[in-house]
T-cell receptor
Framework: DARVTQTPRHKVTEMGQEVTMRCQPI?????VFWYRQTMMQGLELLAY????????DSGMPKDRFSAEMPDATLATLKIQPSEPRDSAVYFC?????????????FGPGTRLTVT | AQTVTQSQPEMSVQEAETVTLSCTYD???????LFWYKQPPSRQMILVIR??????QNATENRFSVNFQKAAKSFSLKISDSQLGDAAMYFC?????????????FGKGTKLTVNP
């Protein structure tokens, strides 16, 4: 049963601390997306990669957020330093470009609370 | 930029009845893809149904079907024979068909309650 995995599922941290979220895309998928979900803004794209190369990170605050794909099986999203307004659920999704509809399959999310 | 609007923040339906969730979108593109995702309390985003804009035939997946009206830029979701497990947030999403624009643009969601 192929699925996207994310760790940790929950994270509580203090303002100013570094937060690292990890995602393992479905094996063979070549695109990875990071979305953030908040009550106010809903679901919004932060960044995405194709074949490990960043294609769009326009939704990401550059001064504190960074996203990388060290290899095809791992994507990371880092926040340094974290702020209370970063509290949200962060979703990773993966897809396969050559599929006609290029559906995106979501992980279970990381619920981040910054106090 | 494309936008997706879900005008019903909340909806309710009786078990075994039919409910329709509304979605409209704004785009200048002629070819694109539309999706409905379900998010139960577990937070997991589950793909329910998908539609290619160049196809006139409405997509159907078991009890779920869509009414795609391209000219009106409308993409509603119909759930037939509603079950308690259908209770969730439902998100309509748009994706461009242009290369390099794979991101999903989501509506704000509709919370569906199913009453026994």
């Amino acid at each position: 049963d192929a699925r996207v995995t994310q760790t940790p599922r929950h994270k509580v941290t203090e303002m100013g601390q570094e937060v690292t979220m990890r995602c393992q895309p479905i094996l063979g998928h070549n695109t990875v997306f990071w979305y953030r979900q908040t009550m106010m803004q809903g679901l919004e794209l932060l960044a995405y990669f194709r074949n490990r190369a960043p294609l769009d990170d326009s939704g990401m605050p550059k001064d504190r957020f960074s996203a990388e794909m060290p290899d095809a099986t791992l994507a990371t999203l880092k926040i340094q330093p974290s702020e209370p307004r970063d509290s949200a659920v962060y979703f990773c999704a993966s897809g396969l470009e050559r599929l006609i509809l290029h559906e995106q399959y979501f992980g279970p999310g990381t619920r981040l609370t910054v106090t | 930029a494309q936008t997706v609007t879900q005008s019903q923040p909340e909806m309710s339906v009786q078990e075994a009845e039919t409910v329709t969730l509304s979605c409209t979108y704004d785009t200048s593109e002629s070819d694109y893809y539309l999706f409905w995702y379900k998010q139960p309390p577990s937070r997991q985003m589950i793909l329910v149904i998908r539609q290619e804009a160049y196809k006139q035939q409405n997509a159907t997946e078991n009890r779920f079907s869509v009414n795609f009206q391209k000219a009106a830029k409308s993409f509603s979701l119909k759930i037939s024979d509603s079950q308690l497990g259908d209770a969730a947030m439902y998100f309509c999403a748009y994706r461009s068909s242009q290369g390099g624009s794979e991101k999903l643009v989501f509506g704000k969601g509709t919370k569906l309650t199913v009453n026994p």
